[in-house]
């Protein structure tokens, strides 16, 4: 008789499914409470950023003006005030969320610009920050630079390449900041022997046509403390401490039920309980030592969830892959060895497999979804693009994105041409 093996599973899936009708009445709600919960929350997670309304600034820096990175981190310190300490009426109710900044720079025909996109309501706070750290500096709102493509991309006339790039191990791990790039065993002036990490990004964008627009897009987040302790976790495994991780709701309820069958399958109705093995204690390394000093470092300042995000468009005739491997190239002065380093998203990138049937169609449909996100500054855990946040905190930040100094000679980067002085404090007022 044929498929007489298939009979101890049929068996198997009739007391599976006898067990499921006596208990549906125990996890079914459960399920559908869950369930329910989670389309509730994204609900109020789209109407509350449906209501924001997204302005532009430009932000243009003088010539002569040297300001190092640090001011960068100033600014991006007090923006971490914007992080929202919700109850449950706030959470389940008014959907209240914390919002995000973008941070950009972009070339646009060839000329470099830098740009924060933010929603209205922070204006005044962001541009007082602004000026705090760059009182030389102009800020303008402008209408946004991606007004000037087509609204429908790719099309006929242009193409497009788009992802995010994430980092390559536990957001603990520091990239290599601002602070190690210095020229040693130079005979020159302080600020000139520090190697703007700014420059080489400023002249990928910088060495375009006109027909092809580059930008990049730092997303952030305000985060709590909660990341801190990941850290210590971190710091402690690499030196060999034990650490003791705080059970979470769901290995409380595995743990119950672990217990539970335990009691009921031993013999005598009592839990058999294994002894331990115990642990050899590992003594940490020279490397292993270094890389907690550093997630130590890293961890004591305040962190933001962080998107970076690269959008490439150009005129079909003009295309070149060449651009995002220079972009990929220039990030590349981030990476360390032992410690962190960036590379590229590929389940967010405006790609398709080479094994997929409908390879052409998956791709534009990629390209035209990445693109829309892009000019809506979707939110740091877009599921259309498959976006994952990472952790950075404020130095990390104010490497990757700050206003150059003058050590940054790029021709095509748009400047004021002179310093703009404040009025007199005796200016007469009508």
């Known amino acids: 008789m044929p498929f007489t093996f298939l009979t101890p599973f049929s068996s198997y899936l009739a007391l599976i499914w006898q067990l499921v009708l006596l208990t549906w009445w125990a996890w079914v709600p459960v399920v559908l409470f869950f369930a329910a919960r989670r389309v509730w929350l994204d609900y109020l997670v789209v109407r509350y950023f449906s209501k924001l309304r997204w302005i532009q600034l430009e932000v243009r820096i003088p010539r002569e003006v040297a300001k190092p990175p640090q001011a960068m981190e100033q600014i991006f310190a007090t923006l971490h005030a914007a992080l929202k300490f919700r109850d449950f009426y ?92 210095v020229l040693e065993g130079v005979q020159i002036k302080e600020e000139e022997r520090k190697v703007d990490p700014i420059a080489a990004i400023v002249e990928v964008l910088g060495k375009t046509k006109t027909t092809e627009y580059i930008s990049m897009q730092l997303l952030i987040r305000p985060v709590g403390d909660e990341w801190q302790k990941d850290g210590e976790q971190l710091m402690n495994k690499l030196l060999g401490r034990a650490s003791v991780a705080e059970p979470t709701f769901f290995d409380t309820i595995t743990g119950f039920f672990g217990d539970t069958l335990g009691v009921l399958f031993s013999p005598g109705g009592e839990e058999k309980s294994v002894p331990a093995k115990p642990e050899k204690e590992k003594m940490p390394g020279p490397m292993e030592r270094k890389a907690a000093e550093a997630i130590q470092e890293n961890i004591s300042k305040i962190g933001f969830y962080t998107v970076l995000r690269f959008l490439y468009v150009a005129k079909r ?114």
């Open 317 to 430: 005739e003009d295309f070149t892959m060449m651009k995002f491997a220079a972009m990929n190239g220039a990030l590349r002065q981030f990476n360390t060895q032992h410690l962190n380093s960036f590379r590229p998203n590929t389940k967010a990138m405006t790609n398709a497999k080479w094994y997929n049937p409908f390879k052409n169609r998956t791709k534009f449909k990629r390209q035209k979804l990445f693109y829309q996100a892009f000019k809506a500054r979707a939110r740091l855990d877009a599921r259309i693009l498959k976006s994952k946040p990472f952790i950075f905190n404020i130095e990390e930040l104010a490497t990757v994105y700050h206003y150059p100094g003058v050590t940054v000679a790029a021709p095509r980067m748009q400047r004021i041409e002179a310093k703009t002085s404040a009025p007199p404090i005796n200016l007469p007022t009508e």
């Open 90 to 181: 706030d959470t389940y109710w008014l959907g209240v969320q914390t919002d995000h900044f973008s941070f950009e720079v972009a070339s646009v025909a060839g000329i470099v610009h830098f740009f924060v996109t933010i929603p209205e309501q922070y204006r005044n706070f962001v541009e007082a920050q602004i000026y705090a750290q760059y009182p030389e500096s102009e800020v303008i709102e402008v209408s946004d630079y991606l007004d000037v493509l087509p609204a429908n991309l790719p099309n006929d006339d242009y193409n497009l390449f788009g992802t995010e790039f994430i980092l390559a191990r536990p957001d603990g791990y520091p990239i290599r900041t601002y602070k190690e790039f």
